[in-house]
């Protein structure tokens, strides 16, 4: 029986998920640690570190109940039977595998760190993303502690996505947990398989061996990503050819071998996963000599890099080839709707394509901070950090956002911007007033009727 959990790494993955465990297993104690002292005080406050709809209100009704938060990494393993590891897995940024592989620094220290304090047997869950096999690595750490003490690695990989974190994790498609196939793997497996068993059907806990695991997350954001890659290719024959993307997707997603979901065209995809676990995959191709498909794979991103690029160059190719010196309000920087996260946000590269440009940007997102913005595109092309804050700026007004700029794109599709004064933003607007809608959530027809120039991803 499963009686205490900790969690090391309190992220957008970490933080959700034990809460919505904590919540439906009232039972178990939880405890989430994580070095940043910031990042726990946040998580302590009314003021939680990710914005998730519904994830205020769990931790509410847990913290401090069965939910505890902390920065006592050797407590926090010495007390657990079952040890989350949900640290980031950057993109190695140095040495062999530069640019592809995961960097999985932290994942190994976590291990060292389980190691070092254990005084008993435990089960440790590798929940970050992972490259295949890196369970026998953690195992080979774990076991040379020295000591006599057994130690089972789990791979339960997360499929939650942001912005929903909350609803896939009361009610997920599947979870999904590998394990060892042997007498200690499988009661390990059984023990997982019961904490999520208190509100998740049987018939939807998949359980196989750790490296079927550990693949299927890279496969499934691999084939998630390829459908956006492909729809996004389609997008820009749509533009050449006088074909609507929207109606080519409609058209092909009510075959139910495709299905509707993820066709939705954009400015190219973002987020803290795609990127970083195809450029993985893409990785292990080439080195497990699978040049051919590392190749295949690898064209999902390269297609997504045309696709943001291509929308920053239609912005300057309309604005009569420059746009030196003129005002582009973005709306969203987040990398999607109903989250604070920009990792690999679109934004951030057709911000930097326009500020290269000597364009002027000004930002409207209701839940990022300008710290964040400004993390995010400094070092990026040849500007100093003082030219970006002079070019770059971030309003809490969108209506101020928009006041005297020649264009307005769309980067995110938060819900209120549909419902904009549009007709008010027209009037303050420079003429003629272009907008580019990257993320098709505004109505063509309509804004024509305004005014505006309107130009939409995949419209021909
Ligand atoms: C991370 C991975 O990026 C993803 O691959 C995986 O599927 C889940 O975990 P996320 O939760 O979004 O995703 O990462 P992040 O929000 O950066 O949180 C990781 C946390 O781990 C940070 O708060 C960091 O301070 C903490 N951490 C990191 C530790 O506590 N110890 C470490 O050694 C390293
Ligand atoms: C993704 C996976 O969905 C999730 O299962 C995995 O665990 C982590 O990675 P996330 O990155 O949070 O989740 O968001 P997701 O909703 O998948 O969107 C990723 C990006 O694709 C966003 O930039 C989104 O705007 C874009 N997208 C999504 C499209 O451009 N078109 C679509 O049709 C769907």
Not at 141 to 148: A, E, F, K, P
Not at 359 to 368: A, I, T
Request: contains cysteine; charged residues 25%.
């Amino acid at each position: 029986m499963i009686k205490k959990i900790t969690c090391i790494g309190a992220g957008y993955v970490g933080g959700p998920t034990m809460a919505v465990m904590a919540l439906k297993n009232p039972q178990i104690r939880f405890h989430i640690v994580d070095i940043n002292q910031a990042r726990i005080d946040a998580w302590m406050s009314d003021t939680l570190p990710v914005y998730e709809p519904g994830l205020d209100e769990i931790v509410q009704h847990t913290r401090g109940k069965n939910l505890f938060f902390s920065t006592d990494v050797e407590g926090a393993i010495k007390e657990a039977d079952m040890i989350f590891i949900s640290v980031n897995t950057p993109t190695k940024e140095y040495g062999v595998g530069k640019g592809r592989a995961a960097d999985l620094k932290y994942v190994e220290l976590c291990a060292r760190q389980i190691a070092e304090f254990s005084d008993r047997d435990k089960i440790v869950v590798e929940k970050s993303t992972l490259p295949v096999r890196t369970a026998e690595a953690i195992k080979t750490i774990l076991d040379s502690s020295g000591r006599d003490l057994n130690f089972q690695v789990l791979s339960n990989p997360e499929f939650l996505a942001e912005g929903t974190a909350v609803r896939d994790l009361l009610e997920p498609d599947r979870v999904l947990i590998g394990g060892e196939q042997t007498d200690a793997g499988k009661s390990a497996i059984d023990a997982l398989v019961q904490v999520y068993n208190a509100w998740i059907p049987r018939e939807r806990i998949i359980t196989t061996n750790v490296w079927s695991s550990e693949l299927s997350k890279l496969t499934a954001n691999a084939f998630l990503a390829q459908r956006i890659s492909s729809i996004n290719a389609i997008s820009a024959l749509c533009e050449a050819t006088g074909a609507d993307v929207e109606e080519v997707a409609y058209a092909i997603g009510t075959d139910s071998r495709i299905g509707p979901k993820f066709l939705k065209s954009s400015v190219g995809f973002g987020g803290s996963c795609f990127q970083k676990d195809i450029l993985n995959l893409v990785y292990l191709c080439d080195y497990f000599g699978l040049p051919e498909v590392a190749r295949y794979w690898e064209q999902v991103i390269i297609m997504n890099d045309y696709q943001k690029s291509r929308f920053g160059s239609k912005i300057i190719s309309t604005l009569f080839n420059t746009v030196s010196g003129k005002k582009i309000a973005f709306l969203g920087w987040a990398f999607k709707k109903d989250t604070n996260d920009t990792r690999e946000s679109a934004a951030i590269y057709v911000a930097d394509q326009l500020l290269e440009d000597q364009g002027r940007v000004s930002v409207y997102d209701p839940q990022v901070s300008p710290e964040r913005m400004y993390m995010d595109v400094d070092g990026l092309g040849t500007r100093s950090e003082a030219e970006n804050r002079d070019r770059l700026t971030m309003l809490d007004d969108v209506y101020e956002a928009c006041k005297d700029a020649h264009a307005i794109a769309i980067l995110t599709e938060w819900d209120e911007f549909p419902g904009l004064d549009w007709q008010r933003i027209y009037d303050n607007m420079l003429k003629p007033a272009f907008i580019f809608d990257g993320r098709l959530i505004l109505d063509k027809k309509t804004l024509e009727k305004i005014g505006f120039q309107v130009y939409s991803i995949g419209k021909g």
